[in-house]
């Protein structure tokens, strides 16, 4: 099982270009907690899960307009790699590096 924890600089690439924020994450055995921020906003991550070596979790957003979001990202070291889904807009890829 990967070392999940921390704060992580994340990029994803969506259509309305590079969105950049951070994620923090505290696991608890098979679950997990915690925050994304950036310049849309702040939300509470919700059904974080950890299996192995990937995390799942959703967002709400209400900017630019109320969503939910659906990720997934593989944990390689200080590195993760991943997908936002939104809705019926589709699949974004998301990267990330461990910042603490």
């Keep these: 099982m990967a070392n999940v924890d921390g704060s992580w600089d ?11 924020s951070t994620l923090v994450v505290r696991s608890n055995g098979g679950s997990f907690t915690g925050s994304n921020s950036g310049a849309l906003g702040s939300v509470e991550i ?4 950890v299996e192995g070596d990937t995390i799942r979790w959703s967002m709400e957003v209400t900017i630019p307009m109320p969503l939910r979001l659906d990720c997934t990202a593989t944990i ?12 019926g807009f589709g699949t974004f890829p998301v990267t990330g590096t461990r910042s603490a």
């Excluded at 994340?10 to 950049?20: F, R």
């Excluded at 919700?46 to 899960?49: A, H, L, T």
């Design 76 to 87: 390689t070291g200080d590195t993760l790699e991943g997908g936002i889904t939104a809705g």
């Design 10 to 20: 994340l990029v994803a690439k969506t259509p309305m270009g590079e969105q950049k």
């Design 46 to 49: 919700g059904d974080g899960v």
